[in-house]
């Protein structure tokens, strides 16, 4: 999973945002309706308060308001009694205060019938708002199009388009009527017969003298502090949604920056280094004062060391063979002058030996520097166009006559192949090759050598039977001073630097050169690819 | 009187031991540890003979500095590097300077002494005439084994000792295949594979700025080389 994914996961932990704004939100609107319920208690209270101890008023069955005289006269059953013209003047008077708000107030005597009635659960047509300008269109274009309807599934949105039927006649037996006339100001929620909106009531007895004469109902939908808790939550919402965007956005960005950098970093690190372990190329630290430059910086360093090291231990074969010579000729120059002196005859025996081992010795030293040396005539060699098949041929045929013991396999195509090279440096590949496969094959097995082209390349394959490659060793086989044989001290040495001479060869000629066990697992084959010349 | 060999060497046991052979061999020997001590007695004497290390201790390249001096005192002087460093660029810088030839110390002693014997005769009969009996003939190839000089086509090729004697191996048995080894053995050196591929690289260099045509020597790949008659 990328860095980026994994930042996303941890940004959604803020997801736990609109949850806590929820309980937030409900936690509003328990104070909303808690000062709508003393908001509407108030009121009932206040229209009471006016009409306590007016006992007149209750005397008689009064005539509904005016708002109600249609109604009741429509309906045709008109109450019997009238009321006291002056009564019904007063407590107009006292309701017309209150006329101008969303409630709806009742006042019923002990028997629940109607005294008077004002006002209308259904606010009044709110005036439309202006049209927005510019940004804010977008703006509002985004709250209404795209998030309002994500809303509306969420939370219930008030309507004015709810039912009031019944109301006047479900009056009898409502709670808090039956409160109210019990002596106790109360309040209750209710939901509208069709369910549409929320109504919330309160009733407050009038009082005359000790004796409860009627009730003051005051009642309100709900709506109001819905939609103010709706808009308390869509606001919190869409900040948090806006935040989470601008959140994510940002962090994107900042990961995919981070990641576009430690892909650059793992592509240059990689780069410096190719599959065989060797240093291609120094690798350019990066210059940023954060973790990644100072890792950027650290991988720089270590491609510099490692790129020293392997500078150090191609040369040191040189510089030690170097450094062995003068020494060594010091001994020789003496056993010379030795062997020339009048020495008895018993030491002469003993100056053969020394001499023997100064022979190798000087093997040794000449092998050590055989590398070098061919590194620097790589720098003025000369290229011309060889016929693969015809230099290979002569050189196994060579190579019949220097191991007369052992069969080579030769398998040449008929069509020439022809390579731009210098001929000696490829001779000097193959009889490495061909060493080290005559060394490592068992007595009587052949030692095959084939070759091959594919569209723009010459392989030359060289097989032979024999011990496998040590898992892990495949790629350095081909490094200076590095050795598959056992530490046996044979009659030559080795020092690892015959396939470092082939490597060095095989790449002079733009190619590359490959160690691998035999599909059969019984031996080796190695193979180089030499680019084909161009026809010109 | 005995001819009078200098020894330019900085490694005290080395220097010795050269002047004890030489001496041995009944040369006059004088022998110098840096290139200020050479260079002061030379211009008091000349030697017959030169043979000077390349690197004199701190002075790194001191030997080849010597041995322009000393070319320019004496265009004649047979002068033999003698180092321990054995890179082509060091055969080549040497033999560019002057130096008659260029041995490793791997050399032995006696194929030393043979090498100095042959600078001495091939310096003093240079002039000489050259007679009949010592001279062998390949076709357009003349060696004189006494002077040890060759001549194509009648032209004087100015080969170094060793790539004389190299040239005298091939050519002995025309068309016989000769390996590195025995190329080395004849030439009195010991070098690698790769320095004698680069020795005969040159001889063919000097043979063809006489005569652009020539191609006389054979790589046998695998094997080695062969004069082609």
């Known amino acids: 999973m990328s860095i980026r994914i994994k930042l996303l996961l941890v940004l959604s932990v803020f997801l736990a945002i609109p949850f806590l704004g929820w309980g937030y939100v409900r936690e509003l609107d328990r104070v909303l309706q808690n000062a709508q319920e003393q908001k509407i208690a108030g009121t009932a209270q206040a229209v009471a308060t006016a009409l306590h101890d007016r006992a007149r008023l209750f005397d008689r069955t009064p005539v509904p308001l005016e708002s109600l005289e249609k109604e009741h006269r429509g309906s045709g059953d008109a109450p019997q009694a009238m009321p006291h013209p002056g009564a019904v003047a007063e407590v107009e008077q006292i309701l017309n205060g209150m006329s101008r708000t969303t409630s709806r107030i009742w006042i019923v005597d002990r028997n629940l019938d109607v005294l008077a009635r004002t006002g209308s659960l259904h606010a009044p047509t709110a005036a439309p708002e202006p049209e927005p300008q510019g940004l804010e269109r977008i703006g509002r274009w985004i709250e209404e199009g795209l998030l309002h309807p994500l809303y509306a599934l969420a939370l219930a949105q008030p309507t004015e388009d709810f039912s009031e039927e019944g109301a006047a006649a479900t009056l009898a037996g409502m709670r808090e009527v039956d409160g109210a006339l019990a002596g106790r100001l109360t309040t209750t929620r209710r939901t509208t017969p069709d369910g549409r909106a929320v109504i919330v009531a309160a009733a407050q007895p009038i009082w005359i003298g000790d004796d409860v004469r009627g009730a003051v109902v005051v009642e309100e939908t709900a709506n109001a502090e819905l939609a103010l808790r709706n808009r308390a939550f869509e606001r919190l919402f869409t900040i948090v949604l806006a935040t989470l965007l601008i959140g994510s956005v940002a962090l994107t960005l900042f990961a995919s920056r981070l990641t576009a950098r430690i892909r650059r970093l793992r592509d240059e690190a990689e780069a410096a280094i190719d599959a065989q372990g060797r240093v291609r190329g120094a690798l350019a630290g990066s210059s940023a004062r954060d973790e990644i430059g100072d890792l950027s910086r650290s991988f720089s360093a270590v491609v510099t060391r490692l790129a020293q090291y392997a500078g150090y231990r191609e040369n040191m074969a040189s510089r030690l063979s170097h450094e062995l010579r003068t020494p060594l000729a010091v001994v020789r120059s003496s056993l010379d002058n030795l062997r020339q002196a009048a020495v008895p005859h018993e030491a002469r025996v003993y100056i053969d030996r020394a001499q023997g081992g100064l022979a190798r010795l000087a093997e040794i030293l000449t092998r050590m520097t055989e590398a070098t040396r061919l590194e620097h005539s790589l720098h003025d060699a000369e290229r011309e166009r060889i016929e693969l098949g015809a230099l290979v041929t002569a050189c196994v045929d060579g190579y019949r006559l220097a191991y007369a013991a052992r069969v080579f396999v030769l398998d040449v195509p008929a069509a020439p192949l022809v390579i731009a090279g210098a001929p000696d440096l490829i001779a000097q590949m193959l009889d490495k090759l061909v060493a080290n496969a005559h060394e490592f094959a068992p007595a009587g097995a052949p030692v095959a050598i084939r070759l091959a082209q594919d569209d723009v390349h010459a392989h030359v394959e060289v097989e032979n039977e024999g011990p496998l490659l040590p898992e892990g060793m495949r790629e350095r086989l081909f490094d200076s001073m590095v050795s598959v044989r056992a530490q046996s001290g044979g009659e030559t040495p080795h020092l690892g630097l015959g396939l470092y001479i082939v490597r060095l060869v095989a790449e002079f000629h733009g190619g590359g050169a490959r160690a691998e066990n035999r599909t059969d697992g019984k031996g080796v084959v190695v193979t180089i690819t030499l680019p084909l010349a161009v026809d010109r | ?229």
């Open chain 2, 1 to 229: 009187m005995s001819r009078r060999i200098a020894i330019v060497e900085d490694e005290p046991a080395i220097r010795a031991n050269y002047t004890d052979v030489l001496k041995r061999q009944g040369y006059d020997v004088a022998a110098y540890a840096d290139r200020a001590t050479a260079m002061s007695a030379f211009r008091t004497r000349l030697p017959d003979l030169a043979l000077i290390d390349i690197g004199l201790a701190d002075d790194v390249d001191g030997g080849f500095a010597l041995c322009q001096e000393l070319r320019a005192l004496s265009a004649s002087l047979p002068i033999l590097f003698l180092s321990a460093r054995d890179s082509d660029f060091d055969i080549v810088a040497g033999l560019r300077l002057g130096a008659d030839d260029y041995v490793t110390k791997d050399v032995s002693l006696p194929h030393l002494t043979a090498r100095i014997a042959a600078l001495f005769r091939r310096s003093e009969l240079a002039q000489a005439p050259a007679g009949a009996d010592d001279v062998l003939a390949r076709g357009p190839l003349a060696l004189d084994l006494k002077r040890l000089s060759v001549q194509w086509n009648d032209r004087r090729v100015d080969l170094t000792l060793t790539e004389f004697w190299m040239v005298h191996a091939l050519a002995r048995h025309p068309g016989h295949v000769k390996d590195r080894d025995s190329l080395m053995r004849d030439a009195r050196i010991v070098v690698d594979d790769a320095t004698i591929t680069s020795h005969v690289k040159r001889i063919r260099k000097k043979f063809v700025a006489v005569d652009a045509s020539f191609d006389r020597i054979d790589t046998v790949y695998g094997m080695g080389y062969r004069w082609r008659e």
